[in-house]
């Protein structure tokens, strides 16, 4: 029989009242566990007129004030972040049966954070993100190569490109976080944090 916690649920949930910690938990199994990109997470993003879209990106950073993933300011969702900031993120961790859901508010990252990131990237993805005018229709791949090709001409320092300004990290502050387990016969566990106005989190038990 699998040890429960104090709420009577798997001990993989700990007893933890800070969320963050309980994710990093998880997330550290999951680089044990995960074949390839444990930290990719479904994004889910709505325009003005409250139509819904998501995609996958990786998650490149998390601490007790978010969730920081990075991304063409004028692709998709960079758009429709502008217009709602307001997003939610889903992981799926197949190899564990375990899924944690986020939500809350969206906010962009400072610009030496940005920088930051940008400089770690691989020659090739810094010269991408001036490349790929994301989300944009293109008339044939060519048209993508020979971009590429142009900026590499103009970088050819691979020491020194630059971050483009349409191109940095946004932040997701969360406001409810959610712990999944998968069960038999689908009697799954749910732990749901929630912050109060105060910042503190208080803890919930959701049925499958």
Known sequence: MNQKNSLGIDSCFLDLEDPIQLFNEWMEKAKKTEPN???AVSLATSNK?????VRMVLLKDFSKNGFVFYTNLNSQKGKELKQNPHAAMCFHWKSLLRQVRI????????????????SSRAYESRIGAWASKQSEELETRDQLIKSIEDYKKKFNDEKNVPRPSNWSGWN???ESIEF??????RIHE???YTKKSSGQWTKSLLSP
């Open 180 to 185: 999944w387990l998968d069960g038999d016969n």
């Open 37 to 39: 990109d444990p930290n």
């Open 103 to 118: 939500a809350g508010k969206i906010s962009s990252v400072a610009n030496e954070v940005a920088d930051e990131y940008y």
């Open 172 to 174: 997701l502050s969360p």
């Open 190 to 192: 749910r732990l749901k």
């Open 49 to 53: 007129n409250n139509i819904p879209s």
